[in-house]
């Protein structure tokens, strides 16, 4: 399940990715599985692409 990470808490993940590399996985999680997901899950998925991807 995604969960939303303020920028403080992006900040303190020791060797972390980069936000193109976030942004792209989170588009293929997306892409590849919004069918399949409850409200839920869609709702968190929009609001990390929200938060961290403009």
Same mark, same amino acid.
């Given at each position: 399940?995604? /969960?939303?990470?303020?920028?403080? /808490?992006?900040?303190? $993940?020791? +060797? +972390? $990715?980069?936000? /193109?590399?976030?942004? +792209?996985?989170?588009?293929?999680? $997306?892409?590849?599985? @919004?069918?399949? @997901?409850?409200?839920?899950?869609?709702?968190?998925?929009?609001?990390? @692409?929200?938060?961290?991807?403009?």
């Amino acid at each position: 399940m995604l /969960e939303e990470l303020n920028l403080q /808490e992006m900040s303190e $993940i020791k +060797g +972390g $990715i980069s936000v /193109e590399e976030y942004c +792209g996985t989170l588009n293929m999680l $997306i892409d590849s599985n @919004w069918s399949t @997901w409850n409200n839920h899950q869609r709702e968190a998925a929009t609001n990390a @692409w929200a938060a961290h991807c403009r």
